[in-house]
């Protein structure tokens, strides 16, 4: 499958906001789980959110629950993380990756096609 493709990172300063998108294959995205994961330099990739084909469920990882929102548009194969209050702590390397099957969790092993990435800076 061709891999997914992000946009929308850059540099914003502590407590603004970005909003991440992801293109994926139209064949499967609409029957497919997609995620949000981040590495941050010098450390392992972390899972950020999850959502379901449908978008009828969302998962989220403590550090982002109540400023992070994951949604999508199947009309446009597209997934959406808009991210508020953002903290230095949430610098890092942002993947969008596309599910094997309609539910996922959130272990990289439920994802079987990854994007290159887009950076998120936040600075103090």
């Known amino acids: 499958q061709v891999q997914p493709v992000e946009f929308g990172g850059g540099l914003v300063q502590a407590g603004g906001s970005l909003k991440l998108s992801c293109v994926a294959s139209g064949h499967t995205f609409s029957s497919s789980a997609m995620g949000w994961f981040r590495r941050a330099p010098g450390k392992e990739r972390e899972f950020v959110a999850g959502i379901s084909w449908s978008g009828s469920r969302t998962d989220y990882a403590d550090f982002v629950k109540g400023r992070f929102t994951i949604s999508r548009d199947n009309a446009k194969n597209t997934v959406f993380l808009q991210m508020n209050s953002l903290k230095p702590e949430d610098t890092a390397v942002y993947y969008c990756?596309?599910?094997?099957?309609?539910?996922?969790?959130?272990?990289?092993?439920?994802?079987?096609?990854w994007g290159q990435g887009t950076q998120v800076t936040v600075s103090s």
């Open positions: 990756a596309q599910g094997t099957g309609y539910f996922a969790g959130t272990s990289p092993t439920d994802f079987g096609s």
